[in-house]
């Protein structure tokens, strides 16, 4: 591992994907994921890359989806309502089974919304990328280091599962700098082969089809649930996340990414007022760390789930608690980000035993949903 | 406030001033100094002449929300961004301004205030358009968060490589900020 | 992995080692006429009268004549052509709707020393994958763009298209295509003639043996100017098709002769190659 550099997150993702072997990036212009384009678009040239600027964010997914198909480590980025556009091309790379990176640095939605950070797009992240019976793999990084490291992880299990991975950042990930050691670069010659590519048969084998359609119903169950075998074991062996201080916490906070540093924050200052809290932080959405929330019921008094929406993470955490312990829910949404003292006030309601579901209202921490 | 303890600050004032490449000197001499920084600015639609503002965290434990809400430093460069944040300064917190673009604002009792006329300064040093790197020589010289060699090696960092013949000018900008004992 | 995340070949596909097309072999019997060794042996399941089975069939000869089977991958759209990969023996991709020239780009950036075409009808290239086609044309991907223009959309039981005439009756025009309401129909050709990355831009139809050979040539342009590395090729085919035009294959063909190439006159939009030998033939003239 070389020396630290000081990079933005969204400098950062770019240069770890040319570090995995990425050479193709397809992008569109948008706030705030624009200094990732802009950095392919010096780098990509001068390691023999190819970065192009699609006419839509439409086409810029299809790119990835024909670059992919090729045989090559592609990617695209975009924010929040750039990936609605490309939930299309998405449903089509897990219906064919493609790999290839999507990173979406979230703004605040609906439609423009705003461009200040947000988490709104959880449920598309985990739920509906697109149309159909399908999920992608989301890495929830929240700190630049780890910018940088999931996306060598997303290239890497993209290739072992054959599926589109995510990386789901926000505008404040993507913006700040922090150090960052970058992984070593991988030589192309190392990267996985792709025996299933439409690169060409040369004469040397039969030909192969990249191809979403089964017009034979029997014919599409059976690949999907083959699909859906193969999210089995994404799910036993790819869940990822952070515990933090969770040994004695009678009240664990989960959060992810940029709200998950701000929920750090609050458990120290919390620490320190005696209040027993620890900290799950999603590193995977999905497959979601059923495993870690399972194993905080037993410990754990209550629950507090803070993100930048109005509650969707939350979801998860309750399916995975079903009942057995109180799940409360504190968040701004809209581009506005929770202070750490906003999550310790949060958190002593639910240390006393009530069970809160709050965003607040123009910064009151009155106005229970 | 001590040397070496965790430091919050918020630079501010109007784009085109300098003020994320103020926080970036900061940040680069932080990561020098082997500790926990982060560095996040305020981003929006205005290019230039909108307000602009950027956190920067110093510390040796990893750092939570990298958004500065309640700074123990503020440097304002421009009036709108003092009283926008004014109140949200640390109590013994510290206050550097512009005091050029920065006049006729309420002081609190409770904030040490170094009252730098940067843009004046640097106009009479021939440093035009570094007001930004003599107000960080000034953090430098109040909070003592770094030293001079690692700030400079900073600035090294921090200019382009377009712009090498601007080190020389930034750091006799910081020297100058860090000795400053007007007020 | 499970077995279908294997390579899903076409199961009819045996690619043999590359050699010249079947028809110069010397054999005890000559063999006059044989499936072109780019077309798998799967049956087409196109209705009784309409040209797709002759384009597909001139873009596999194609293939054949240039020795590339092994390096061209075709994309196919979505459109009554959505099982192409079926027909063809060489690497196949399947596209969304319209975003065959994505996908192509795609492959191309890919693999540049590859051959990549795709088989796109009117509402596939026209409509919804308009953006797609005149960038990638406008970028002067180095890909062949087939164009089947019917002016209907077949597959989903004809409804109109960006290029239905006006006046015609369709299932979603039924009183006929009003431009009033509907707007006017696109003629692709010219209007992508207009770009720089264009290498060629060529209109055809397949309605007579004249003419099918003619739509050989351009096509075997096509791929030929694709692969001396030129720009950005498209070969527009005017098709048939009687099933949602409503009347028999014979009618079919006599209605596009009396509607269609009158709309969309064949010929030559752009050729860079001719240009440039116009502009020498100038030049030597001016010398002179």
Known sequence: MGEKVLMKGNEALAEAAIRAGCRHFFGYPITPQTELAAYMSRRMPKVGGTYLQAESEIAAINMVYGCSAGGKRAMTSSSSPGVSLKGEGISYMIGADLPGLIINIQRGGPGLGGIQPSQADYWMATRATGHGDGHVIVFAPSTVQEMADSVALAFELGDRYRTPVMVLADGLLGQMMEPVELPEPLSLEDLPARPWAIDGHRGQRKSNNVNSLYLVAQELEDAIQARFDRYEQIKATEQRFEGFMTEDADVVLVAYGAASRIARSAVGKARKLGIKVGLIRPITLWPFPVDAIEAAVDQAKAFLVTEFSMGQMVDDVRLVVNGRRPVSFFAHTGGIVQTPDEVVEALKRVAAGETINLVPRHGKLTGDL | ?183 | MSKTMAATATAVAVVEKEQQSPRVKKEKSPILFSRPQALSDKVTNYCPGCTHGIIQRLVAETIDELGIVGSTVGVCPVGCSVTAYEFYSCDMAQAAHGRAPAVATGLKRAHPENTIFTYQGDGDLASIGMAETIHAATRGEKITLIFINNAIYGMTGGQMAPTSLPGQVTQTSPYGRDVATAGYPIRVCELLSTLDGVALAQRVTVNNPKNVRAAKRAIKKAFTYQVEGLGFTIVEVLATCPTNWGMSAPQSFTWLEENMIPYYPLGVYKDIKAEQAVDKAAQARDDA
């Open chain 2, 1 to 183: 406030m001590e040397k070496g303890s965790n430091l919050n600050i918020m630079v501010a004032g109007f784009g085109g001033q300098g003020i994320l490449f103020a926080g970036k000197i900061v940040a680069y001499a932080g990561m020098i100094d082997g500790r926990e920084i982060s560095w996040l600015p305020s981003y929006g639609p205005e290019m230039r002449g909108g307000t602009a503002n950027c956190s920067v965290c110093l510390s040796d434990d990893p750092i939570g929300s990298p958004l500065v809400t309640d700074p123990d430093v503020l440097i304002a460069m421009n009036l709108p961004s003092y009283e926008k944040f004014v109140d949200h300064v640390a109590p013994g917190g510290i206050i550097i301004v512009d005091s050029t673009m920065v006049a006729g604002f309420t002081e609190r009792k409770d904030i040490q205030y170094h009252k730098v006329p940067a843009t004046a300064l640097s106009e009479e040093h021939e440093l035009q358009g570094l007001a930004n790197v003599i107000l960080i020589g000034r953090l430098l010289g109040a909070t003592g968060f770094s030293t001079r060699e690692v700030c400079e090696l900073a600035i090294d960092k921090s200019v382009s490589a377009k712009h090498t013949d601007l080190t020389a000018p930034n750091k006799r900008a910081l020297a100058l900020g860090e000795m400053w004992e007007g007020d």
